[in-house]
């Protein structure tokens, strides 16, 4: 089975600096990559699926990139909504997780 | 606008069952693909099943084969998860959300149903 591993599993951040989230998949993959929000008590939200593809809604300041086995979710200009857990999903399985914190 | 709303929380002793409920609103369940992930602390979300509809069937997670059923009332617009021999490993959120096969995502999600399995 295919592992997703996400790093790092928590960071620390400013209001309106910037974050890099990686994740790394055991072996090569499509580019099937989705990234999620998830907030305390809530279900996880898309923000980002086909690596890079901005779900409608989700604001501009979210990206992501990557292929084959190297993923990344970038945010920009960090807003105190942004504060939350961040995970990656390819097909059925998921990232550990990374806690963006203030 | 897909909305999926789940059964309430639920409380378990080991070796029991439990089903949890996802009625879909907004669109009729035969246009969706709906799927099962649950969440616990320790092994964060775990894929656990769902409608494939090429084959027009429900595949499972190898490790609850055996253990999970997934049912679809299309007359409610309602799935179903059925989950035998519980243990307190099974103690976790369970989420229904529709998966867009074309990308592999899950769109959208329930709010989640808080199954605790204890003595």
């Known amino acids: 089975d295919i592992q997703m591993t996400q790093s790092p599993s928590a960071l620390s951040a400013s209001v309106g600096g910037r974050v890099t989230i990686t994740c790394r998949a055991s072996q090569k993959t499509s580019n099937y990559l989705s990234w999620y929000q998830q907030k305390p008590g809530k279900a996880p939200k898309l923000l980002i699926y086909?690596?890079?593809r901005l779900r409608g809604g989700v604001p501009s300041r979210f990206s992501g990139s990557g292929s084959g086995t190297h993923f990344t979710l970038t945010i920009i200009n960090l807003q105190p909504e942004d504060f939350a857990t961040y995970y990656c999903?390819?097909?059925?399985?998921f990232g550990q997780g990374t806690k963006v914190e203030i | 606008q897909v909305q999926l709303i789940q059964s309430g929380a639920e409380v378990k002793k080991p070796g029991a069952s439990v089903k949890v409920s996802c009625r879909v609103s907004?669109?009729?369940?035969?246009?969706?693909?709906v799927h099962w992930v649950r969440q616990t602390p320790g092994k964060g979300l775990e894929w656990l099943g769902g409608f494939e509809p090429v084959d027009g069937k429900t595949i499972y997670a190898e490790k609850f084969q055996g253990r999970i059923t997934m049912t679809e009332d299309t007359s409610r617009d309602t799935a179903s998860m059925f989950l035998r021999g519980l243990t307190p490993e099974d103690t976790a959120v369970y989420y229904c959300?529709?998966?867009?096969?074309?990308?592999?995502?899950?769109?959208?999600w329930g709010q989640g149903t808080l199954v605790t399995v204890s003595s």
């Open positions: 999903q390819q097909r059925w399985t």
């Open positions: 907004g669109y009729s369940l035969t246009e969706l693909s």
């Open positions: 959300a529709t998966f867009i096969w074309a990308m592999d995502y899950f769109d959208n």
């Open positions: 086909g690596a890079s």
